[in-house]
């Protein structure tokens, strides 16, 4: 049971280059997430799925694109990155349902660059 | 969801209580208050929630006042591998807006010898 795994963990861009970003978890959830991290600064939502074939837009969506062809995939894509994408990104996944105690799991992060 | 008030950093001798306080003075009925930590580079990992009652699991216990304004997350031995950034974050629980955790900038841990 390896969680949520994300792939790459370690990626430099050329300014303008494009990239996907991998993630993928084996607990059967239907939520997932994509985050990204600044530093100093607390996570901030890029994109979610409420399940397969569903996305929505978060906090800051702009630049980036998301697919979940798969219930165990989501994938976060930039088309043409820029020096502000620099950053830290985390997915995360739970399960549906109205329990309270349904809790996120975060993968270890994906580090960034665009020079 | 409510905005939660941390203070900025903190430090706690190894083997004391280590208390992080956390202000939601807008708090409402419906919301619960979670706790999550980072330990630096690492993805944030969850450690408690309630909702009006006192909770302990076995990483921490979680104090709610009874007007749920304010809360206090209570690591009763601290050890050097907590030192992190802990993060207070008050949602509904549910499936409404896909349950979407809202992270402020939480408060640094240090916990010393």
């Known amino acids: 049971n390896a969680g949520v795994t994300q792939t790459p963990k370690f990626r430099v861009l050329k300014t303008g280059q494009s990239m996907t970003l991998l993630c993928a978890q084996d607990?059967?959830?239907?939520?997932m997430y994509w985050y990204r991290q600044d530093p100093g600064m607390g996570l901030r939502l890029i994109h979610y799925s409420v399940g397969e074939g569903t996305t929505a837009k978060g906090e800051v969506p702009d630049g980036y694109n998301v697919s979940r062809l798969k219930k165990q995939n989501f994938l976060l894509g930039l088309e043409s990155a820029a020096p502000s994408q620099t950053s830290v990104y985390f997915c995360?996944?739970?399960?549906?349902?109205?329990?309270?105690?349904?809790?996120?799991?975060f993968g270890e992060g994906s580090w960034l660059t665009v020079v | 969801d409510a905005k939660t008030t941390q203070p900025t950093s903190m430090d706690c001798a190894e083997g004391r209580a280590a208390n992080l306080p956390c202000n939601h003075s807008?708090?409402?009925?419906?919301?619960?208050v979670y706790w999550y930590r980072q330990i630096h580079s690492q993805g944030p990992q969850y450690i408690i929630h309630?909702?009006?009652n006192n909770e302990t699991n076995e990483m921490a216990s979680l104090i709610i006042t009874e007007d749920r304004k304010s809360s206090t997350l209570i690591l009763p031995h601290a050890t050097l591998r907590d030192t992190a950034v802990y993060y207070c974050?008050?949602?509904?629980?549910?499936?409404?807006?896909?349950?979407?955790?809202?992270f402020g900038t939480g408060t640094q841990l240090k916990v010393e010898l």
């Open positions: 974050i008050v949602r509904v629980a549910g499936t409404g807006g896909g349950n979407k955790l809202t």
């Open positions: 995360a996944s739970r399960f549906t349902g109205h329990s309270s105690g349904n809790t996120i799991y």
């Open positions: 309630g909702l009006k």
């Open positions: 807008t708090i409402s009925g419906n919301e619960y």
């Open positions: 607990m059967n959830h239907e939520y």
